[in-house]
């Protein structure tokens, strides 16, 4: 039977000045923002949807992200991402069936591979690149689970 390691245990197991773990990313603590945005039912393909603003030095945990709405019509696909890269947390998520969605659950986003920190304040935005039909007052709540150094 062979034994694997991650990185972080390798790293943990016998650390060196080169493979030692930054401890603000590896312990920090988690910072949690849920924000609800209620459908006009007239959004568009390409619409900007502002959600929050992320301080300097987050680190998006983007496999901890999620949304979680009823139903919201027709179809509803979305990306999420900030002006650096519109598609950075989540890209091309389906919610047209409603209930919990990961932000992963469509293509992989660049930051769920490579986590990163903002070296200023971003503004997260939600942009619709698929839509039919959809209703007015559905509610879309987002989780976004950040750490900070």
């Known amino acids: 039977m062979a034994t694997f390691n991650s990185t972080v245990f390798s790293a943990e197991n016998a650390p060196t000045i080169a493979t030692r773990l930054d401890g603000r990313i590896v312990g920090a603590k988690l910072f949690v923002k849920q924000v609800k945005y209620e459908l006009a039912g007239t959004e568009t393909t390409s619409d900007i949807i502002n959600i929050c603003k992320l301080p300097p030095g987050s680190v998006p945990v983007v496999s901890l992200c999620?949304?979680?709405?009823?139903d919201p019509g027709t179809t509803l696909v979305i990306d999420v991402g900030t002006s650096a890269d519109i598609d950075e947390l989540a890209d091309g998520i389906t919610l047209s069936n409603g209930g919990l969605v990961a932000f992963t659950s469509g293509t992989a986003p660049a930051l769920a591979r490579t986590p990163a920190a903002y070296s200023g304040e971003v503004t997260v935005y939600?942009?619709?690149t698929s839509v039919s039909t959809l209703t007015a007052g559905a509610d879309l709540i987002f989780t976004i689970v950040y750490s900070q150094i």
């Open 126 to 128: 939600v942009t619709p």
């Open 66 to 70: 999620n949304v979680f709405c009823e």
